[in-house]
Nanobody, 123 residues
């Protein structure tokens, strides 16, 4: 059974930090690119960040560049998203997804998806 599970979401004040985790079960992430996406109420799902299977190439949306950082630990079969200097505009459900080898700009192409974790940034 192939599954991705996100964790680490919650309520945080503006300027605070959270670290999200994406753990795979039933398969290994070694040969998969992993992306983070988010969807706020009334808005389309958008790509946040992505890391290639090698870990040598990363991508970030302009809105999070310099604040969010993606990393992977293949030994733990887990990918992380470190979120710093959080803003109310970052409030959304965050999803991770996996696709073999390379990052994709079109979320419809991603093969495996987690169920999401809620991130709320509010005073």
């Amino acid at each position: 059974q192939l599954q991705l599970v996100e964790s680490g979401g919650g309520l945080v004040q503006p300027g605070g930090s959270l670290r999200l985790s994406c753990a795979a079960s039933g398969f290994t992430l070694d040969n998969y690119a992993v992306g983070w996406f988010r969807q706020a109420p009334g808005k389309e799902r958008e790509g946040v960040s992505c890391i290639r299977s090698s870990g040598g190439s990363t991508n970030y949306a302009d809105s999070v560049k310099g604040r969010f950082f993606i990393s992977r630990d293949n030994a733990k079969n887990t990918v992380y998203l470190q979120m710093n200097s959080l803003k109310p505009e970052d409030t959304a459900v965050y999803y991770c997804a996996a696709m073999r080898y390379f990052c994709r700009t079109d979320s419809r192409l991603w093969e495996y998806w987690g169920q999401g974790t809620q991130v709320t940034v509010s005073s």
